[in-house]
């Protein structure tokens, strides 16, 4: 069965026809979804803080061992299971076994981005 319209309603005005009613659309929606140019504020005349050279240093430095531990120990123990169903609590459980292994990862994820 098919289905036609033969009359529309646009804007209080009655639209009749197939070729009128196409037009009342395509008006419609190219003027709906049309881009509009929105000014966003900027940060041109921003006024950065900026890091001295020995704060600066920190953000390069290979991490260490305490600093891992912690941000395991920070993590809930028993959430966010891994790809091996592993979370933060078996890590724990067993850090002294595992600790290396972590380091070693993660000294090669610092040295290399991969």
């Not at 646009?10 to 009128?20: K, S």
């Not at 659309?25 to 940060?43: D, I, K, L």
């Not at 050279?53 to 991490?63: A, I, S």
Request: glycine share 8%; with cysteine.
């Amino acid at each position: 069965m098919i289905c036609s319209i033969s009359y529309l309603l646009v804007n209080g005005t009655l639209v009749e026809g197939v070729q009128p009613i196409r037009v009342a659309v395509y008006a419609h929606f190219s003027n709906h979804f049309q881009s509009v140019e929105v000014v966003r504020p900027g940060v041109d005349n921003f006024v950065f803080r900026k890091l001295n050279l020995d704060d600066g240093v920190g953000f390069v430095r290979p991490f260490n061992v305490e600093e891992v531990k912690a941000a395991v120990w920070d993590c809930d123990s028993y959430k966010s299971l891994g790809p091996e169903n592993i979370n933060f609590g078996f890590i724990k459980e067993f850090w002294s076994e595992l600790k290396e292994d972590i380091m070693t990862f993660i000294n090669e994820f610092h040295k290399s981005g991969k």
